[in-house]
């Protein structure tokens, strides 16, 4: 098992996410909480994992169409 122990002023912020500490609003308070270890997370795609499987166009850098350009840069047509 592992714990993580803080130390926090009950705000708005920890009342909205503890209601039970509600009673304690502005008061320092010491939060441990409990959990059971979590398995390693799998490893990190590899650089060049997709090698092959992706396929750009010739003109995959050309210039974007008037209108699709014009909505990314939130110009009105």
């Keep these: 098992m592992e714990a993580l122990k803080i130390h926090v002023v009950v705000d ?3 009342v909205r996410a503890l209601p039970g500490l509600s009673p304690l609003r502005g008061q320092r308070v010491e939060l441990i909480a409990l959990g059971e270890a979590q398995p390693p997370s799998p490893a990190a795609p590899v650089a060049g ?3 092959g499987q992706i396929k750009l166009k ?7 169409p008037d209108d699709v350009r014009r ?4 110009d009105e047509p």
């Excluded at 010739?58 to 974007?64: K, S, T, V």
């Excluded at 909505?71 to 939130?74: K, M, P």
């Design 49 to 51: 994992g997709l090698l």
């Design 58 to 64: 010739e003109d995959f850098d050309a210039p974007l």
């Design 12 to 14: 708005e912020s920890v």
């Design 71 to 74: 909505a990314f840069e939130g």
